[in-house]
């Protein structure tokens, strides 16, 4: 038997602020998010998920401080999850049901490395 190992989705997409979801579309999104998330936590290969929110700080190398979140070629993280799996290509596979992808967003998958003590 393979051993899993952890993968992180990093799901992005373009931030709009003049776009309001009706409450029809709020509730259709959490239903797909929350079917996407429940699918791999019922295959238990979900480790952890986050959505992130829009207030942060930016700390540069020199430790300025600039107010906001980075938005990179239009796109900012709009959260994470970290996934167990036997291989990248398992993870990929996982991330091609993202809802992400339906809002025109993207998803990245990345191994984990460990941090030894």
């Known amino acids: 038997m393979k051993v899993e190992k952890k993968f992180m989705m990093l799901f992005r997409y373009t931030p709009n602020p003049n776009y309001k979801p009706t409450p029809k ?3 259709q999104m959490r ?3 929350g079917g996407f998330i ?3 936590a019922m295959k238990e290969k979900l480790d952890s998920t986050y959505q992130l929110g829009f207030e942060g ?3 540069a190398a020199n430790s ?3 107010d906001g979140i980075l938005i990179s070629d239009n796109k900012t993280i709009s959260g994470n999850m970290i996934v167990n799996a036997n291989s990248l290509e398992e ?3 996982m991330a091609k049901d993202s809802p992400i992808l339906k809002m025109g967003g993207s998803v990245e998958v990345r191994n984990i490395i460990p941090m030894d003590n």
């Open 57 to 59: 700080k930016q700390i």
């Open 91 to 93: 993870a990929v596979e």
């Open 38 to 40: 429940g699918n791999i």
């Open 31 to 33: 239903q797909d998010w």
């Open 25 to 27: 579309e709020m509730e």
């Open 64 to 66: 300025s401080v600039l």
